[in-house]
């Protein structure tokens, strides 16, 4: 469709991949690292805190949290993330991105250091504390999810947009990478310093009392590259996209972008006065929103939904997983730091080799493949692993067929973060109206913590229940509901975020009105 943009708009699309561009993916992959890093290390010390909390003299196996209270330290923080999803993405809307975007990272910071600093006389005490505070730590890597993804989206020129948005939520995988070698490194240097027996042989002993440290160091570590951030993002200027088409300041847009990119740009004819609204500024629960936008938004928040059933569901339970199929020694074997040692070393080995390069697959091929095929071959390939794990359950428990398990079990990892994983994320941050995007970028990723709540407390009792064949058979029927749910979603590949959205329009000028010519306008939808 033949549009005349703000040329502001123009010059973003078209500029060339500056070193701003790798700053902002920096400066927002940041955040990402930090939520990875917050939201999975929780799995790899629950064992621990079961060993030093709710240890049973007397018993033939080591301490392990309750289930309630298992589901409640593991999905708490989802809680919170689905909450600061909704909230942050509308106050981004009405307030614009810059304005909140430092008060989310501070307050992971904040949380992240009192997640360790959980206290309490009662092993019920601790726990609770722990919960308050994770839940507010989910909170504030909630309104991450709409703000770095908007950011990054309205910074971006369309060649490249879809692999930079990538980009910043791949970092999520190096948080994941990181969380297991933060473990591996701080129970290795304790179990050097405190050696103590298996389990088995001494059962008191095999929890040394200076383990309470180290799960409190691995959950407070999470506040480091948060906080190295905060500086950076504080000086980053409002988006022009945002400043232009919402707050319909031309001027400032333009130069707010001229700081900070080598873009030529003109002095804007300012259309509008700022702050100024028009009549056709539809809402989010309009009629005309929903006709133009609905099945959008069905599609984009339905297929993260499902998509992150699976996702947390196998990252927040492989270490049960892995026991399962004795990839993990029996944990009456070990004593408690060796045991969060060999799960950090399994779930590291599985990010290294599968999680991570899923993740720069998407970047390096989203816009030459184009977001829609991604996601599809993605929801395939999670399906069919899913049902070659479960369907021949047996056989992969077997001694000698243990490595063939954790290959497919990655394979399923992989194709996730190379696929809907990492588009899910893209793609609500492309087709909404600026006015809309954070709003819709947050509802889209609260309908997938929502799915991630399903995985973490369903997938905990489901296992118990019917088993873990049976729960990887209905992870692979979820996988394929997914496929289905992706046809719903448009492709965004090669064009501008005004092209997905229809948002800038053109009424030809040049036209005789009451005896004078008028200018070409730009019509903000």
């Known amino acids: 469709m033949p549009?005349?943009?703000?040329?502001?708009?123009?010059?973003l699309d078209g500029a060339k991949t500056q070193w701003y561009h790798f700053t902002a993916i920096i400066i927002a992959g940041m955040g990402f690292f930090t939520d990875a890093y917050d939201l999975f290390c929780i799995s790899l010390v629950t064992k621990l805190l079961g060993r030093i909390y709710y240890h049973k003299a007397g018993s033939s196996t080591p301490g392990s949290l309750p289930s309630n209270v298992a589901a409640a330290v593991n999905g708490v923080a989802f809680c919170g993330t689905l909450t600061g999803q909704l909230f942050f993405g509308w106050l981004g809307d009405k307030l614009g991105r810059k304005r909140v975007y430092g008060i989310t990272l501070l307050?992971?910071?904040?949380?992240?250091l009192a997640s360790g600093l959980s206290f309490g006389r009662h092993p019920n005490d601790v726990m609770a504390t722990l919960c308050f505070f994770r839940f507010w730590l989910g909170f504030g890597i909630g309104g991450d999810y709409p703000l770095s993804a908007t950011i990054m989206s309205e910074y971006a020129n369309k060649k490249t947009r879809g692999a930079f948005i990538a980009a910043v939520f791949a970092m999520q995988g190096f948080g994941i990478l990181a969380g297991g070698m933060v473990a591996i490194i701080v129970s290795g240097a304790f179990k050097a310093q405190y050696p103590s027996p298996p389990y088995f042989k001494n059962p008191n002993g095999s929890t040394v009392p200076e383990a309470d440290y180290v799960w409190r160091i691995i959950l407070m570590f999470g506040a480091v590259p948060a906080l190295l951030t905060y500086y950076w993002r504080m000086k980053m200027p409002e988006t022009a996209r945002y400043t232009a088409l919402v707050a319909k300041d031309a001027k400032q847009a333009a130069a707010d972008m001229s700081k900070v990119l080598q873009v030529d740009l003109?002095?804007?004819r300012q259309l509008e006065k700022p702050g100024e609204k028009r009549g056709n500024d539809f809402g989010l629960f309009t009629t005309k929103f929903l006709s133009k936008h609905g099945l959008h938004l069905l599609g984009t928040a339905s297929t993260w939904f499902?998509?992150?059933?699976?996702?947390?569901s196998q990252n927040l339970f492989q270490k049960d997983i892995f026991s399962a199929i004795g990839w993990i020694p029996k944990a009456k074997t070990m004593n408690a730091l060796e045991e969060v040692y060999s799960i950090a070393r399994a779930q590291t080995l599985i990010a290294l080799f599968s999680t991570v390069p899923g993740y720069w697959f998407t970047v390096a091929l989203i816009d030459k493949m184009g977001r829609f095929r991604i996601q599809l071959m993605g929801f395939f390939f999670m399906t069919l692993f899913m049902f070659a794990l479960a369907i021949p359950y047996h056989h992969w428990t077997l001694p000698n067929n243990r490595i063939g398990f954790v290959i497919m079990y990655s394979l399923t990892f992989f194709f996730s973060n190379?696929?809907?994983?990492?588009?899910?994320?893209?793609?609500p941050a492309e087709i909404f109206?600026?006015?809309?995007?954070?709003?819709?970028h947050g509802i889209s990723a609260a309908s997938g913590k929502a799915g991630a709540m399903v995985g973490a407390f369903g997938f905990l009792y489901a296992a118990?229940?019917?088993?873990?064949?049976?729960s990887l058979i209905i992870l692979g029927v979820i996988s394929f509901l997914g496929m289905l749910f992706t046809f719903l979603v448009p492709e965004s590949k090669g064009k501008s975020l005004e092209e997905m959205s229809g948002e800038v329009e053109q009424e030809n000028g040049n036209q005789t009105q009451g005896g004078r010519q008028s200018n070409t306008e730009i019509r903000i939808a």
């Open 433 to 440: 109206p600026a006015r809309l995007r954070s709003t819709c």
């Open 418 to 427: 190379f696929g809907p994983n990492a588009t899910t994320f893209v793609v």
């Open 464 to 470: 118990d229940a019917i088993g873990v064949q049976k």
């Open 3 to 11: 549009r005349d943009n703000l040329q502001v708009l123009n010059a």
């Open 266 to 268: 003109e002095e804007e």
């Open 107 to 112: 307050l992971m910071v904040i949380c992240s």
């Open 306 to 312: 499902l998509l992150d059933i699976a996702f947390y």
